[in-house]
């Protein structure tokens, strides 16, 4: 079976619908199919500033959030990326392969360093896509399910991978980006240009996995359409109105055809009001089963530890012939 892995941030109280429909969701069939490592990359998560105990506490939510939508500890491996400390050992390794500029090129740090001032952004941020490196690399993944924005960073992965290989012999697969074209960038719902985001979305950008639906209805009430009538899927002409579809189809198993049928001679206060219910349905069993992983944190926390074991057995390995081929000297 092919391997993959893919990390998602606990940055958050509940993940968001760009969250769940380009990555989450692809984890859960891949299950079937691929031998599937799946880590909340907690380490990643400090990158902009945290604070502890609300870092722990999302690391949890987060584990019982992939419970909630479909991953099973029996097959796949889940686990919390700081309990492997072999992803933290790669990634120095990884960054002394890693040009400057060619660091300093990825967008994701260029916009999220503008935003915070060059005083309030750390080196983590830099090296952050280094690190998502390791991750990936140590476990030899052949393929990796990530939403759009992470593409740059996967091709940065390959990169370092094939330096690697030719420079120490070939110890790495060089991974193979995942993305599922339909759903790979829901945008924000007050500004549908941009990407739904947890840093960068205000709160009625977002819909929340875990937020009361009342409160979504409300901002997908007040979602930026265009000042047109017509349910069409254009996303260049009509962003807001396109996203809401994607979204509608992707939770509906309807097609945007269908619903573009459907919707003939309506308004998109109908789209908006049908979209709702929609979403309510989605998220209620979702939120019952998060609830019930959060009920008991001790079993929750046993599961992750299983999940630690299984990792490192791939990972210990891993690490210690990549500082074989590097020349460090094997402890006597
Ligand atoms: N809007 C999105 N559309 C499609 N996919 C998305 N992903 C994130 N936003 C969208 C995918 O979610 C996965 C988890 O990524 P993450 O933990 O790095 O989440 P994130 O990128 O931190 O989420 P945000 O909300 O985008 O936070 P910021 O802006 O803080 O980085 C990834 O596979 C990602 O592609």
């Known amino acids: 079976r092919p391997r993959?892995?893919?990390?998602?941030?606990?940055t958050a109280d509940s993940f968001h619908l760009g969250n769940y429909l380009g990555a989450l969701r692809n984890w859960v069939p891949m299950q079937?199919?691929?031998?599937t490592f799946y880590c909340v990359v907690d380490l990643h998560a400090i990158t902009m500033g945290h604070d502890p105990a609300l870092l722990r506490k999302r690391t949890r939510i987060s584990a019982a959030q992939m419970l909630a939508v479909g991953l099973d500890p029996e097959r796949c491996t889940l686990f919390v990326q700081s309990h492997v400390p072999e992803h933290a050992q790669l990634?120095?390794?990884m960054n002394c392969l890693t040009g400057m500029g060619e660091a300093g090129r990825m967008v994701q740090f260029k916009d999220k360093s503008a935003k915070q001032g060059a005083d309030r952004t750390t080196v983590g941020l830099f090296t952050y896509p280094i690190l998502q490196a390791a991750d990936i690399l140590l476990y030899h993944a052949d393929a990796v399910p990530v939403g759009e924005d992470q593409r740059q960073h996967l091709e940065l992965t390959r990169d370092l991978a094939q330096r690697f290989n030719t420079t120490f012999g070939r110890t790495f697969t060089v991974p193979q980006p995942f993305i599922v074209k339909d759903t790979a960038k829901i945008t924000d719902l007050q500004d549908p240009t941009a990407k739904m985001s947890k840093s960068s979305s205000t709160p009625n950008g977002l819909i929340e996995l875990l937020e009361d639906?009342?409160?979504?209805?409300?901002k997908i009430r007040s979602a930026v359409t265009d000042t047109g009538r017509e349910i069409i899927f254009d996303p260049e002409q009509k962003p807001g109105v396109s996203n809401l579809l994607t979204i509608y189809s992707a939770l509906s198993g309807r097609t945007i055809e269908e619903l573009v049928a459907a919707y003939d001679g309506k308004g998109y206060g109908d789209l908006k009001?049908?979209?709702a219910e929609v979403v309510a349905e989605f998220v209620k069993p979702i939120q019952q089963r998060t609830n019930a992983y959060l009920d008991d944190p001790g079993q929750l926390d046993k599961m992750l530890a299983i999940g630690a074991e299984k990792a490192r057995a791939v990972a210990v390995p891993t690490l210690r012939s990549v500082y074989d081929r590097?020349?460090?000297l094997a402890p006597g």
């Not at 993959?4 to 606990?10: D, K, M």
């Not at 079937?32 to 031998?35: A, L, Q, S, V, Y």
Request: hydrophobic letters at 45%; zero cysteines.
């Open 4 to 10: 993959v892995l893919s990390g998602i941030q606990p």
């Open 91 to 93: 990634a120095w390794v």
């Open 32 to 35: 079937e199919t691929h031998d």
């Open 213 to 218: 639906p009342a409160r979504a209805a409300k």
């Open 273 to 275: 009001k049908d979209l």
């Open 326 to 328: 590097i020349g460090f």
